[in-house]
Each structure stands twice: as structure tokens, then as C-alpha cells.
T-cell receptor
Framework: QKEVEQNSGPLSVPEGAIASLNCTYSDRVSQSFFWYRQYSGKSPELIMSIYSNGDKEDGRFTAQLNKASQYVSLLIRDSQPSDSATYLCAVRRISGGYNKLIFGAGTRLAVHP | GAGVSQSPSNKVTEKGKDVELRCDPI?????LYWYRQSLGQGLEFLIY????????KSGLPSDRFSAERTGGSVSTLTIQRTQQEDSAVYLCASSPGAGVSTDTQYFGPGTRLTVL
């Protein structure tokens, strides 16, 4: 089992719809979770971080965290073609004083007009 | 302010040659990370520096890979005797520092390495 799992997609949604991206993680003690967006040929950029159970909203983006189910998701409302990218879920692992992010393989989102 | 910068942006080398990749983190960031991303794949952690502490080298795939960070700022990733499977985009990230649960990593533009 991978430490962070995502459906590779592609997830195809029509413009204006809600895109739902899901991520599960295996380490129960994880406390910090991140969503990065990566356009083709570009480096990842941070969209959202979430640390507590529940929802966190920022503009058209909502991150949802359920630690009991070890599940984190990203909702994109009113999807636009410019949202088409790969979305990477990352979980922070802190061990022995070291601190690193473990990334999922990413979900490719395609928003079509 | 300036973000993370990396050089070169592209590097083409022949199998067996050594290469050096450079990363300049965001000023004031104490933590620096190197990742590798093969075509169509996720990010693979390579190495992590935090201040003056010993680096976490647990992700380095072989002893051909090494990295150093001078003066707590600029970092160089060195790959010796490159192999074709080393071809990938090498990404550097920096963050304000560990020990803070909200610590966030910011990525540079990457170096695309092609080994012929």
C-alpha cells in the first residue's frame, strides 16, 4: 500500500461543474495535509493546506479532512478550463526530527468547455 | 520577494558524465528539499536539509547521488556517472523551517535532466 494514494484520472468535468479530487493516506498520526496544483511542464504550486477535521474554504476551493477515515479531498466549484492540471495531495511526515512531505502520484483534471 | 531558483533549467548530458544541479532557496528559509519527478509520475523525495542539522538522505536512490548545502543557503545536487534512468525533472523546494506544523514548502521551476 502506498503511503498517499490518489486516483490518477483523468477526471473530466464540464465547465462550471464541481470537480472532486480524493486522497487517502496510511499514516494515522499525520497532522498536516496539502494540495498542490501542477500545470504540465511547470513546478507544483500550493493551493490549500488543512490541519483540522472538517472543511476549509478558499475562494472556489474547499479542502475536506477526515482523520478517522484517513481521507482528504479537494473540491473545485465552478470549474474552469484553466483549472485543468494535475493535483497532488501531500501529507507531512515528521520522524526523528526530520520533516518531509510524502506526495501522491497526482490526479489529472480536465475541464472541458 | 524572489522565489526558489534553480539552474540550469535544462541539462543534457552523456551517460557516465557527472552533473551538478543548483538551488537557491527563498531568503530566510532554513529548510531545503530535493525531489525527483519522472515523466508522468509523482514527486520522489531525495534529500532534506534543516538548518545545521545532519541532512535526511533517506531518499537518495544510490551512492551516485549526493547533495550539499553551503552556508545554510545554496544547495548543489550532484549525480555521478549518470545513467539513462536518472533522466527526470529535479525539483528543489524550501520552507521557513521544521518544527512548525504549518510549515509550507515552495517549489522552484526545476531542472530537466536528460541523459543520452
Amino acid at each position: 500500500q502506498k503511503e498517499v494514494e490518489q486516483n490518477s484520472g483523468p477526471l473530466s468535468v464540464p465547465e462550471g461543474a464541481i470537480a472532486s479530487l480524493n486522497c487517502t493516506y496510511s499514516d494515522r498520526v499525520s497532522q498536516s495535509f496539502f494540495w498542490y496544483r501542477q500545470y504540465s511542464g511547470k513546478s507544483p504550486e500550493l493551493i490549500m493546506s488543512i490541519y483540522s477535521n472538517g472543511d476549509k474554504e478558499d475562494g472556489r476551493f474547499t479542502a475536506q479532512l477526515n482523520k478517522a477515515s484517513q481521507y482528504v479531498s479537494l473540491l473545485i466549484r465552478d470549474s474552469q478550463p484553466s483549472d485543468s492540471a494535475t493535483y497532488l495531495c501531500a501529507v507531512r511526515r515528521i520522524s526523528g526530527g526530520y520533516n518531509k512531505l510524502i506526495f501522491g502520484a497526482g490526479t489529472r483534471l480536465a475541464v472541458h468547455p | 520577494g524572489a522565489g526558489v531558483s534553480q539552474s540550469p533549467s535544462n541539462k543534457v548530458t552523456e551517460k557516465g558524465k557527472d552533473v551538478e544541479l543548483r538551488c537557491d532557496p527563498i531568503s530566510g528559509h532554513t529548510a531545503l528539499y530535493w525531489y525527483r519527478q519522472s515523466l508522468g509520475q509523482g514527486l520522489e523525495f531525495l534529500i532534506y536539509f534543516q538548518g545545521n542539522s545532519a541532512p535526511d538522505k533517506s531518499g537518495l536512490p544510490s551512492d551516485r547521488f549526493s547533495a550539499e548545502r553551503t552556508g545554510g543557503s545554496v544547495s548543489t545536487l550532484t549525480i555521478q556517472r549518470t545513467q539513462q534512468e536518472d533522466s527526470a525533472v529535479y525539483l528543489c523546494a524550501s520552507s521557513p523551517g521544521a518544527g512548525v506544523s504549518t510549515d509550507t514548502q515552495y517549489f522552484g521551476p526545476g531542472t530537466r535532466l536528460t541523459v543520452l
